[in-house]
């Protein structure tokens, strides 16, 4: 198993990395996908549509609609996609704090996506959550 698993050695050594442009979610067909004229982000296939993550400035410039503008916090600890808890503990310090997060999770690292305005309250609460006991 790749990664790590221990979880306050995930919490303790999580290193978010906040990412300089703003981030959005679209939903298209398999029609639009195909014609996308850049690589996005993020891709899920749901029965609905196709949803991407893309910058906002590469939304805006390709015309695609979306609702909200999204920061993303790359935790560069290399976690285990086997681990247990630890999106659970971050994502449940982001809710006492009023802050939504979209968690998405890849092999290296797990990326949150926390409202634009939020960014630094989010990166404040990451940090107090790793120095808890």
Known sequence: M??????????????????ELPYVFCSMDQATFN?????????FHEQEGITIIVTQEQASANGLTFDISWACITL???????AIGFLAA???QL??????VNAVSAFYHDHLFVPW??????????ANLSRAP
């Open 2 to 19: 790749s990664g790590e698993t221990d979880l306050h050695t995930l919490i303790t050594s999580m290193r978010p990395a906040l990412h």
């Open 35 to 43: 014609k996308l004229p850049f690589n996005p982000l993020g891709v």
């Open 76 to 82: 560069e600890v290399h976690s285990s996609l086997a």
């Open 90 to 92: 971050i994502t449940t």
């Open 95 to 100: 809710a006492r704090a009023g802050i939504s």
């Open 117 to 126: 305005a939020e960014r630094q309250r989010a990166l404040a609460e990451l």
